[in-house]
């Protein structure tokens, strides 16, 4: 059984930075990967983020490019998402997800969740 557990997150000032982490357990390959997410009420999950752990091909979506970064430690199968130059708009609940396969951003690509860790962005 998948298991993810998050942690990090917090209160920031815009231009800050946060870093997330995501712990993942129960893969038996490393032919998985892992996808960033985050969530504001009353709108859709959106994906920005993700990586194949096999290989560390990373993608990310335009509105966090240059902002936001994946690095991994394969000794504690976790992932982290470094968290730059950060804005108000940033300010969301963030999800990371694992399913076997390659990197995606699409929620339908995984079946495991974490628990969520409430980012906000204010001065």
């Known amino acids: 059984q998948v298991q993810l557990v998050q942690s990090g997150g917090g209160l920031v000032q815009p231009g800050g930075s946060l870093r997330l982490s995501c712990s993942a357990s129960?893969?038996?390959?490393?032919?998985?990967?892992i996808g960033w997410f985050r969530q504001v009420p009353g709108k859709a999950r959106e994906g920005f983020s993700c990586?194949?752990?096999?290989?560390?091909?990373?993608q990310y979506e335009d509105f966090v490019k240059g902002r936001f970064s994946l690095s991994r430690d394969d000794a504690n199968n976790t992932v982290y998402l470094q968290m730059n130059s950060l804005k108000p708009e940033d300010t969301a609940v963030y999800y990371c997800?694992?399913?076997?396969?390659?990197?995606?951003?699409?929620?339908?690509?995984?079946?495991?969740w974490g628990q969520g860790t409430q980012v906000t962005v204010s001065s």
């Open positions: 129960g893969f038996s390959t490393d032919f998985y990967a």
């Open positions: 990586i194949s752990i096999s290989d560390g091909l990373t």
């Open positions: 997800a694992a399913d076997h396969g390659r990197c995606s951003v699409l929620a339908s690509a995984y079946r495991s």
